[in-house]
Nanobody
Framework: VQLVESGGGLVQPGGSLRLSCAAS????????MSWVHQAPGLEREAVAA???????AYADFVSGRFTISQDNAKNTLYLQMNSLKPEDTGVYYC?????????????????WGQGTQVTVS
């Protein structure tokens, strides 16, 4: 399993970014997927998760601003981030697990990308 994130960068408050996660080495459409945020000095927290059974779920603090989606033909997971706030700053990880139901608990994922830095300032 390989997960490679891209799309991070520096953006002003109120701006937008789209993160991508290129997946390989597994049947992407069958796995639970998540985007996990880690702010400096803090623990990882899931911001969004998706699976083919229950669809998408979001943390309350990003609901209405972030959208998770996946393109199974391209084996790619996306996170569209709008109305970005300084507190959204941190490293964003793509995570995957063989389970069919996605969880908002970061410990529920066995596979992780290297992360991409997002700075809102």
């Amino acid at each position: 399993v390989q997960l490679v994130e891209s799309g991070g960068g520096l953006v002003q408050p109120g701006g937008s970014l789209r993160l991508s996660c290129a997946a390989s080495g597994f049947t992407f459409s069958n796995y639970a997927m998540s985007w996990v945020h880690q702010a400096p000095g803090l623990e990882r927290e899931a911001v969004a998760a998706i699976d083919k059974i229950t669809g998408a779920a979001y943390a309350d603090f990003v609901s209405g601003r972030f959208t998770i989606s996946q393109d199974n033909a391209k084996n790619t997971l996306y996170l569209q981030m709008n109305s970005l706030k300084p507190e959204d700053t941190g490293v964003y990880y793509c995570a995957a697990d063989e389970t069919t139901i996605a969880t908002m608990w970061p410990g529920g994922y066995n596979y992780w990308g290297q992360g991409t830095q997002v700075t809102v300032s």
